[in-house]
């Protein structure tokens, strides 16, 4: 099994509102991942936990808030967003296997900022 | 100059056609390299991943890394119309804390015509 769930599917949300993303793998996995794609590019890294601490923050904006609450759950914070913000949001998750790491994607959430 | 190179297309070819499909990198760092395919609005699927020089086989698809050129390279043999989607090279060069950072190219779209 290699799935990584992501709900909701798709999220339509005005600039005044907060919602939440959210994420989950039970792979065992030990580091997640939150990447932003904007249509026709490739995945831009967001955030990464690495045993359940935040290892990298790609200077992402305060509106956006990560938490890692255990080892198989992630979630995404949306306060406040702009319509700039719309995007498909996705999550990621990895193991390591020797010396390879592979990283396995979620369906993403496809967020509307109106 | 991007870091990893690859060509967006679109790439139009018939059924049953070799698809070639490149990316070249100018950090002589990168270690591991991955291709993934993502279909429209969801999440990147992981078909590849390699980390030496030379070819790599799994049923149709056919990975191919020149660490000496910095270039790789993945062939789908028999196309199918199934195959039609966004592909992406990815490669990354370092751990931080037991978690990757991936760079990825610009995807580049395929079309197999039935």
């Known amino acids: 099994d290699t799935e990584v769930t992501q709900t909701p599917k798709h999220l339509v949300m005005g600039m005044t509102n907060k919602k939440s993303l959210k994420c989950e793998q039970h792979m065992g996995h030990r580091a997640m991942y939150w990447y932003k794609q904007k249509a026709k590019k490739p995945p831009e890294l967001m955030f990464v936990y690495s045993y359940e601490k935040l290892s990298i923050n790609e200077s992402v904006p305060s509106r956006f808030s990560p938490e890692c609450p255990n080892s198989s759950l992630l979630n995404l914070h949306l306060h406040a967003l702009q319509p700039e913000d719309s995007a498909l949001y996705l999550c990621?998750?990895?193991?390591?296997?020797?010396?390879?790491?592979?990283?396995?994607f979620g369906s993403g959430t496809q967020l509307s900022v109106l | 100059q991007k870091e990893v190179e690859q060509d967006p297309g679109p790439l139009s070819v018939p059924e049953g056609a070799i698809v070639s499909l490149n990316c070249t990198y100018s950090?002589?760092?990168?270690?591991?390299f991955m291709w993934y395919r993502q279909y429209s609005r969801k999440g990147p699927e992981l078909l590849m991943y390699?980390?030496?020089?030379g070819n790599k086989e799994d049923g149709r698809f056919t990975a191919q890394v020149d660490k000496s050129s910095k270039y790789i390279s993945l062939f789908i043999r028999d196309s199918q119309p199934s195959d039609s989607a966004t592909y992406l090279c990815?490669?990354?060069?370092?751990?931080?804390?037991?978690?990757?950072?991936?760079?990825f190219g610009q995807g580049t779209r395929l079309t197999i015509n039935p």
């Open positions: 990621a998750s990895s193991f390591r296997q020797g010396p390879n790491e592979k990283l396995f």
């Open positions: 950090n002589s760092a990168f270690q591991y």
């Open positions: 990815a490669m990354t060069s370092f751990l931080i804390q037991g978690a990757q950072k991936l760079v």
């Open positions: 390699t980390y030496s020089s």
